[in-house]
């Protein structure tokens, strides 16, 4: 199946042009909902958490102390890096299985961080959905409420927009109206299912 990597900096738009592509059939899978399922109490990879960083990751209940996990990392590169390296690898194994149950000519792996974590070579293409930094500002504020100074430190923590875009094999520009979007999707949508014909030819 041809695999499309979707990703951009916050509040660009992925979920509304994932939810435009879901609409078309194409299957989505969201790296932040299988990041979330694989460390489900029982689950293997919260056991490897567990046996790597001790039994403090683990709350009483028996779920992951995300509070805990969050502060051990931020405080240590090299104890980050180990997670990383732990949790990456799984995350796309269950991502490129999760996809592969779907009969369909391209699917779309949606990782927020695809570039900043350097993995761009696991999908065939990737998508990037831009807009102009003030609309990033204003979607995120008017959605969720945030001060300017945290969108900010969010957004300085991502890669730049330049960077993103040089890295882009297609760019999704989500500066108009939702009609607009869906336009844009569609035309894209078209592409992907003539290459993916191409790719199986
Ligand atoms: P995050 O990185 O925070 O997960 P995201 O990239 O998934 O964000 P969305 O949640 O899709 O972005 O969009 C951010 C907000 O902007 C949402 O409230 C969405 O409804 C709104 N939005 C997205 N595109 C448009 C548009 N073209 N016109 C108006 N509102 C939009």
């Known amino acids: 199946m041809l695999t499309i990597g979707l990703t951009g900096g916050i509040g660009c738009g992925k979920t509304t042009v994932t939810q435009l592509f879901e609409k078309r059939d194409v299957p989505v899978i969201d790296a932040d909902v299988i990041s979330h399922a694989i460390v489900q109490p029982a689950q293997p990879t919260l056991l490897l958490l567990k046996n790597t960083f001790g039994k403090q990751v683990l709350l009483a209940n028996g779920e992951l102390d995300r509070k805990y996990l969050r502060e051990l990392i931020f405080n240590d590169p090299s104890k980050k890096e180990t997670l990383e390296d732990i ?7 269950r991502m490129h299985n999760e996809l592969a149950k779907f009969d369909s000519p391209y699917g779309i ?6 570039l900043e974590t ?3 070579t696991q999908v065939d293409r990737v998508l990037v959905i831009d807009c102009p930094e003030t609309d990033q500002i204003q979607r995120v504020k008017t959605r969720d409420q945030l001060s300017d100074q945290l969108i900010n430190s969010i957004m300085n923590a991502q890669c730049s927009r330049s960077l993103r875009i040089s890295l882009a094999d297609d760019i999704l520009i989500n500066n108009k109206s939702l009609a607009s979007l869906d336009t844009k999707v569609q035309k894209l949508h078209e592409f992907y299912l003539q290459m993916s014909a191409g790719k199986n030819n």
């Open 87 to 93: 949790m990456h690898p799984i995350i796309y194994t």
């Open 109 to 114: 792996l949606s990782v927020p961080l695809l």
């Open 118 to 120: 350097n993995h761009q």
